[in-house]
């Protein structure tokens, strides 16, 4: 490994997999680093039952592929399965990156701390399982919600593979200490987000060091809509974690 490269772990948000960072990863490796996606638990290629899909799985996934010199990038609901790992185990990364994600409050899940945002813009469109335990995105909706500003090959791509989200570790509440206190992190803000309400993603960083939050002008999905800006604000936060 160079003195330059730096190694990215990507963790996805709700419905999503390894497979929405398909385009940034390419951008990452032109700047010369390395970066890993990984499926959670019950998404993508990953066949857990939907029982064992917690959010201590989670966590325990992202520690799996993480090492003291790795970057975590945790995008959406995935702030909190970085959050957990970095609370079991500060020393098996080098940082947390939270890309327009939800910010951990001490003793809530992410579901209670979603649900302080001024507005809920997925509300309509989330469809319940019969059996209560997972919700989907209605298709017809995730486009405005998701990929506002995408192509249209991106938004079919990104619809044939959007999956069914496990409720449970979204409901579980996560005790932080000073153990994720420790480890540094930064923030990249969305500011054509229609998911999480670009103004609460200010709220949730109000108290941060105003060097260490950024944004993007894009959607919820920069990953997909600005994959080249994505990767070089990446690689300008890895300079100063």
């Known amino acids: 490994m160079s003195d330059r490269e730096v190694n990215f772990l990507l963790v996805h948000g709700s419905c999503h997999g390894a497979w929405c960072w398909r385009d940034l990863i390419p951008e990452l490796a032109a700047l010369g680093h390395s970066a890993k996606a990984i499926d959670l638990p019950g998404h993508g290629q990953d066949t857990t039952p939907v029982n064992e899909q917690t959010l201590d799985a989670c966590r325990d996934a992202v520690l799996a ?3 003291p010199d790795t970057i975590v990038v945790g995008h959406s609901w995935g702030g909190y399965p970085i959050s957990a790992a970095a609370e079991a185990n500060p020393d098996a990364m080098r940082g947390l990156v939270f890309l327009c994600a939800i910010v951990p409050v001490s003793g809530l899940s992410m579901a209670d701390v979603r649900k302080r945002a001024p507005r809920q813009l997925t509300q309509s469109a989330v469809v319940h399982a019969p059996d209560g335990l997972t919700l989907t995105i209605d298709p017809e909706q995730a486009p405005a919600l998701f990929y506002n500003d995408c192509t249209d090959e991106t938004v079919a791509f990104a619809l044939k593979h959007l999956g069914p989200q496990t409720i449970l570790p979204q409901t579980t509440p996560l005790a932080i200490t000073s153990n994720f206190e420790r480890v540094p992190k930064a923030y990249i803000r969305c500011t054509n987000d229609q998911t999480i309400p670009p103004e609460y993603q200010v709220e949730m960083t109000r108290d941060w060091p105003r060097d260490r939050v950024h944004a993007l002008p894009t959607s919820h999905s ?20």
């Open 65 to 67: 592929a993480s090492h």
């Open 222 to 241: 920069p990953f997909f809509a600005d994959p080249a800006a994505l990767a070089a604000l990446l690689d300008q936060i890895s300079r100063d974690l």
